[in-house]
């Protein structure tokens, strides 16, 4: 007799949680043998794992990575790109973010940095973390219309709030006085504040030209370069295989 009203109490309350696992217990033989105690853990842990994967799935709309799907047990250790597997594994625990350091992952076109850094967002996500996610040539795009329009405060604001800022496929084309300007005011309110994780086809020896004056270059990459994590790939496309 009280269980639709008690569904609808539930639901009211906006405890989706415990409202399914309400109807999951009665329909099942063996919750009657459950204490009352037993019962009420059963919806209070259902209705903490719902909150959590909402929160999760939130996170995961807000960064808007380009491989939702890349998720950390489907990285193959075993292609031939020159993956250190130990290297890996401990950036998924997260701590390199807690310790606001950066990231760099270089190597040929299709040997999977995107997808590698979005697992690791991913990872990151599930940890509660803020994940942002730019493709460099967009995101300055983004940077100039903002200028025009009005927008720059809250795009920039948003940019360097995140506690992970990714910056997917840096360079090769060499950057404008503004996008130099616009990069180093990032890198800068980001430093010592939040980690980078920035991909690029390019090696790091080549990221002075790309930035084009030399004394921005050097106050971009001291930012960026001398406590980031790197993982440096090789091999062929994967997309071959």
């Known amino acids: 007799m009280l269980t639709h009203p008690t569904l609808d109490h539930l639901k009211a309350l906006r405890l989706d949680g415990m409202a399914e696992a309400f109807a999951d217990l009665q329909v099942q033989d063996a919750a009657a043998d459950l204490s009352h105690a037993e019962w009420l853990g059963l919806l209070v842990d259902r209705e903490v794992a719902s909150r959590e994967t909402k929160r999760f799935e939130a ?36 701590k390199w973010i807690t310790d606001k350091r950066g990231l760099i992952i270089t190597g040929p076109c299709g040997v999977g940095k995107t997808w590698l850094g979005c697992a690791l967002a991913q990872a990151a996500c599930r940890d509660g ?66 980690s980078t994780m920035i991909t690029s086809q390019l090696p790091i020896t080549a990221w002075h030209d790309v930035i084009g004056e030399p004394t921005f270059a050097d106050a971009i990459l001291d930012r960026i370069v001398h406590n980031a994590y790197r993982i440096e790939l090789e091999g062929q496309s994967m997309r071959k295989t």
Request: a positive charge; aromatic letters at 8%; proline letters at 4%.
């Open 129 to 194: 973390v803020t994940v942002v996610y730019k493709r460099m040539p967009r995101l300055f795009e983004e940077l100039e219309l903002a200028h025009g329009d009005g927008r720059f405060p809250r795009l920039f604001r948003s940019i360097t709030k995140a506690q992970l800022l990714i910056l997917d496929d840096w360079g090769p084309d060499r950057l404008t006085a503004t996008q130099r300007r616009d990069m180093m005011e990032v890198v800068e309110e980001r430093y010592g504040r939040g």
């Open 59 to 94: 996170r995961m709309r807000s960064a808007r990575l380009r491989h939702v799907g890349a998720c950390p047990e489907d990285v193959d250790y075993r292609a031939r790109r020159g993956l250190d597997k130990a290297l890996f594994q401990s950036l998924l625990s997260g």
